[in-house]
């Protein structure tokens, strides 16, 4: 009991018994997409993962920061301009915008940590929302460009009904080793604009127009690219860790259940989630960041796994808070004439953030362990 859980999510499901397109790709000996004779996992992918999600074009990067810039790149903006992101998210969502030559400017977040539109300016045009966590925010109204980083939310669903990620210009997802589902790295962009999904579709190959099998063309009024191209072996991975992605998510909805029904009346209130997030936790909210911590080394000593999520505070991260880059010109914070966001304006939310605690729950173990995992959080939480 109180077994911690040493893998994340999808790496639980990794199995060789199921690696039938692994096979297939090492056997063709083929691993790079635009070569394949038969059907390219990456194509298998992206067809799977459009079905799934009701959307059109869906596109295998190679991680979800490739897919932020994608989406960005492809709303085609003149360097310098804004991009506003969430003041508690992974600094990836603003390394993408950086990358691009575009300046994030936070905006602070509602109580559960999503990103709050009504602190967005009227002429607001592009908006990165993140889905944290697996909590899937609401989406801006009236935005023209709105990315939903779903990198820790792939199967989450807004109240509406729509999977998350469907719900703006476009939505990007993550394979990283911790996220929902795992092939080391990896990612995905998604959207319903045909025109805007093939400039993304050209940036990531070169800026060329791709055959199959055929060496790359480049047209007059072709744009240069990079190479975001994913590869066989990732998206053959990908494939059989979405066959668990119905089990991962039961499994997460199952074991928050039974944690919110053992975990009540100690000395903190419990974050209640809507229908549609990823279950991936419990949040619990003390009322002293001394509570929290004392709570959080407690958990540790009984072994239960649990996290705080002080390290997305954003405004105090030294690539915001000192506008860090790599270029001798600190490009392309030099295009801004802004100073840094005064980090005193995000208190409220970095104490919340400090009284947090979020316990981790275990969709890969079966409902008798879950149960006993539940009743050892009560236990221990109630002893704080
Ligand atoms: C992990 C993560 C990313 C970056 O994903 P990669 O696939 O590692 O590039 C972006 N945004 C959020 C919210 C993340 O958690």
Not at 54 to 71: D, P, Q, S
Not at 118 to 129: F, G, M, T
Not at 251 to 263: A, F, N, S
């Amino acid at each position: 009991m109180g077994r911690l859980r040493r893998l994340p999510y999808g790496a639980n499901y990794l199995r060789w018994e199921e690696m039938g397109e692994l096979r297939e790709a090492i056997d063709q000996r083929i691993l790079f997409r635009f070569q394949t004779e038969i059907e390219s996992c990456a194509d298998r992918l992206e067809r799977l993962v459009a079905e799934r999600l009701g959307t059109c074009h869906a596109l295998a990067v190679h991680n979800c920061t490739g897919a932020i810039r994608l989406a960005l790149l492809a709303t085609q903006p003149s360097v310098g301009e804004v991009v506003y992101i969430p003041s508690v998210t992974f600094v990836a969502v603003a390394g993408a915008v950086l990358s691009c030559g575009l300046i994030p400017v936070m905006v602070d977040v509602t109580d559960s940590f999503a990103l709050d539109a009504d602190r967005l300016p009227s002429d607001a045009q592009r908006v990165i929302v993140a889905h944290m966590e697996g909590h899937v925010g609401p989406v801006p109204r009236g935005v023209p460009f709105v990315i939903e980083d779903c990198a820790q939310a792939l199967g989450g669903r807004h109240a509406s009904g729509r999977p998350a990620g469907t719900d703006g210009y476009a939505g990007t997802f993550s394979f990283h080793h911790n996220k929902v589902l795992t092939s080391g790295e990896g990612g995905l962009v998604v959207t319903d604009d045909a025109g805007r999904a093939r400039l993304m579709r050209r940036y990531h190959d070169h800026g060329c127009r791709r055959v199959q099998g055929e060496y790359p063309a480049w047209e007059p009024g072709s744009f240069y690219g990079e190479n975001l191209v994913s590869s066989e072996e990732v998206a053959a991975i990908q494939l059989q860790q979405f066959r668990h992605l119905d089990e991962i998510l039961e499994g997460l909805e199952r074991g928050y259940q039974l944690l919110k029904e053992e975990v009540t009346g100690g000395r903190f209130i419990v974050r209640e989630r809507p229908t549609g997030d990823v279950k991936l936790s419990l949040r619990v909210e003390f009322s002293s960041e001394r509570g929290r911590d004392l709570a959080a080394s407690r958990l540790r000593e009984a072994r239960l796994p649990h996290w705080t999520l002080d390290r997305y505070f954003l405004p105090t991260h030294p690539v915001l808070l000192e506008r860090s880059s790599i270029f001798a010109d600190g490009f392309p914070w030099s295009l801004s004439p802004r100073p840094p966001q005064d980090p005193a304006a995000f208190n409220e939310t970095r104490e919340r953030l400090a009284r947090t605690l979020c316990l981790c729950v275990s969709p890969e173990v079966d409902e008798l362990e879950q149960k006993a995992e539940a009743q050892a959080f009560a236990a221990t939480l109630a002893g704080v």
